[in-house]
T-cell receptor, first 110, second 115 residues
């Protein structure tokens, strides 16, 4: 699976959009981009995933560049409860596990 | 909603004890996983299972074994607990990808302390 690079930490003001970047320059054509988050003392939670096209669900939007070498997770109106570690994972579509890196620690401030 | 439950949130055991961590999922998922999470090291895969009685080693299987006798239950066993196995243990389950992307559902975690 391709490796990912994320900033270790970010801050965001409550009510503003949080834009979390992820670089995956070695991504292969059959690899998906997944985003999970982990709120303190809880298990990771799936947020969204995509292959080529931008995706949106009730939690977030995922923007993938045309060359697929990077992506951005967007939380449109961040709340204090969105404070968590966000993981960007690139993986092929098979039965294997998820390889979690260090992620980005997002702190939403009042 | 998929529910993944783990037998204990907090557990304290002594060095040399045999420890069982239980995980149960209620959505008939074929795949189940055990991870441990340590500060600065992220999540690391210990073992996973694609089906009943099947198991595969992950990245750090040493000192652990697993058991999957029923589809909904995946147990992690520490044969002789050691202090370096003090960690947060996370269980997850997922459907097979079957040509479409899969996603994992995690339990709340068990924080194990070995003294």
């Amino acid at each position: 699976d391709a490796k990912t690079t994320q900033p270790p930490s970010m801050d965001c003001a409550e009510g503003r959009a949080a834009n979390l970047p992820c670089n995956h320059s070695t991504i292969s054509g059959n690899e998906y981009v997944y985003w999970y988050r982990q709120i303190h003392s809880q298990g990771p939670q799936y947020i969204i995933h995509g292959l080529k096209n931008n995706e949106t669900n009730e939690m977030a939007s995922l923007i993938i560049t045309e060359d697929r070498k990077s992506s951005t997770l967007i939380l449109p109106h961040a709340t204090l409860r969105d404070t968590a570690v966000y993981y960007c994972i690139v993986r092929v579509d098979n039965n294997n596990d998820m390889r979690f890196g260090a992620g980005t620690r997002l702190t939403v401030k009042p | 909603d998929v529910k993944v439950t783990q037998s204990s949130r907090y557990l304290v055991k002594r060095t040399g004890e045999k420890v069982f961590l239980e995980c149960v999922q209620d959505m008939d998922h074929e795949n189940m996983f055990w991870y441990r999470q340590d500060p600065g090291l992220g999540l690391r895969l210990i073992y996973f299972s694609y089906d009943v009685k099947m198991k595969e080693k992950g990245d750090i299987p040493e000192g652990y074994s697993v058991s999957r006798e029923k589809k909904e239950r995946f147990s992690l066993i520490l044969e002789s607990a050691s202090t370096n196995q003090t960690s947060m243990y996370l269980c997850a389950s997922s459907l097979p990808s079957l040509g479409g992307p899969g996603r994992q559902y995690f339990g709340p975690g068990t924080r194990l302390t070995v003294t």
